[in-house]
């Protein structure tokens, strides 16, 4: 039997990159496209963004739930700078990716992208301060969105 929480775990991890060479390798004409200082800049961001992705949600662990909840209060690591690390690595790491692609259509995606994460965050960080009172307020004023 598939245990499906460790498939929960390891599978976006191993997704996002299949994906990207997906779309490098069969989508017509991204091959051809000259590689600029704009695209290496962009495949550079892309990874290095997908690297702090994959250590924050390992950082996160049992914390990790894909709609709000506050099951615990995680200070360390990228947290200890960056209250929402997921998801500004993930909006820095599709803009990377719009840029080595170089479409500009997803721009429009990117900028929903950022609205529902600074939206998200809100909501999660309401949750926390009900549940962790001024031990979350603290965290707050110590670190960056």
């Known amino acids: 039997m598939l245990d499906s929480r460790a498939m ?3 599978a976006p991890a191993i997704t996002i990159p299949i994906v990207f060479v997906l779309l490098y390798f069969l989508e017509p004409g991204v091959r051809e496209l000259p590689w600029t200082t704009l695209r290496i800049v962009g495949a550079i ?8 992705l994959v250590t924050a949600r390992v950082q996160l662990g049992k914390s990790f739930a894909v709609t709000p ?14 209250r929402n ?8 790491m599709f803009f990377g ?11 429009v995606l990117l900028a929903m992208f950022v609205i529902f994460h600074v939206h998200q ?10 549940k ?3 031990q979350y307020l ?4 110590q670190t960056w969105f």
Do not use: C
């Open 69 to 82: 909840k506050a099951k615990g209060l995680v200070t360390h690591g990228l947290y200890s700078r960056i």
């Open 97 to 107: 990716i719009i840029l080595v692609l170089q479409w500009h259509w997803p721009l």
């Open 8 to 10: 929960r775990t390891h």
């Open 45 to 52: 961001l892309a990874g290095i963004a997908y690297v702090f």
């Open 132 to 134: 962790f009172g001024q």
């Open 138 to 141: 603290d965290y707050r004023k």
């Open 85 to 92: 690390p997921m998801y500004v690595f993930v909006d820095l």
């Open 121 to 130: 965050s809100r909501v999660e960080a309401k949750l926390l301060r009900n």
